[in-house]
């Protein structure tokens, strides 16, 4: 029964540098999310992918964000040419979405990225 | 006005007390409520789905007020472990993202 798996845990990168963040979800969950959470801050919402739809992007905060999902399982969460305003932790989560207004999402343990 | 509002406390509770915290959404098209609960460091964990008629799970009670748009989260004879930060969130019909509040640390008191 594994949960929710990101990589890595911890990420230090230069600024101006690429990052990539990497999430498996629950295995059978056809529904991941990407947040991210600032130090204080709340979770906000990045982008969310269900199935072979089109994933809803609305939450991308700038066009250096971008996500994929292959095969309908891991996700890659890639953020370029980093800014020390990308410092959060970024967590994924997935739901089976079994009932859609019953949406229970449930979180990896995140990947806390540090641009210096 | 943001879309989901906390008070962000903290709250400062003895324990064996009850406590209780709301959390206010504006968008009146929202659907799904939940409450999670986060420990520093780490990742959110569902507490509890929110539901019409309110529900309850040992020590928590969930309530729902669509009418002044709110949910609440009490929790009696509060225990050290529930220290932690309780966060609220909200997802409108057919869409799935949920937008959080930022939280409401609790501490309580031995």
């Known amino acids: 029964g594994a949960g929710v798996s990101q990589s890595p845990s911890n990420k230090v990168t230069e600024k101006g540098k690429d990052v990539e963040l990497r999430c498996d979800p629950i295995s059978g969950h056809t529904a991941l999310y990407w947040y991210r959470q600032s130090l204080g801050q709340g979770l906000e919402f990045l982008i969310y992918f269900q199935g072979n739809s089109a994933p809803d992007k609305s939450g991308l905060p700038s066009d250096r964000f971008s996500a994929e999902r292959t095969g309908g399982s891991v996700s890659t969460l890639t953020i370029q040419r980093t800014q020390q305003e990308d410092s959060a932790v970024y967590l994924c989560?997935?739901?089976?979405?079994?009932?859609?207004?019953?949406?229970?999402?449930?979180f990896g343990a995140g990947t806390r990225l540090s641009v210096l | 006005r943001k879309e989901v509002e906390q008070d962000p406390g903290p709250f400062n509770v003895p324990e064996g007390a009850t406590v209780a915290f709301n959390c206010t959404y504006s968008?009146?098209?929202?659907?799904?409520f939940f409450w999670y609960r986060q420990d520093c460091r780490k990742e959110p964990k569902l507490l509890m789905s929110v539901y019409s008629s309110g529900n309850e799970d040992g020590r928590f009670t969930a309530q729902l007020n669509r009418a002044s748009q709110y949910i609440s989260l009490l929790i009696r004879d509060s225990k050290l472990s529930d220290s932690a930060t309780y966060l609220c969130a909200v997802s409108p019909f057919g869409n799935e993202k949920l937008t959080f509040g930022t939280g409401t640390r609790l501490t309580i008191i031995p």
């Open positions: 989560a997935s739901s089976p979405r079994m009932i859609v207004a019953k949406n229970i999402q449930y």
């Open positions: 968008n009146s098209a929202s659907q799904s």
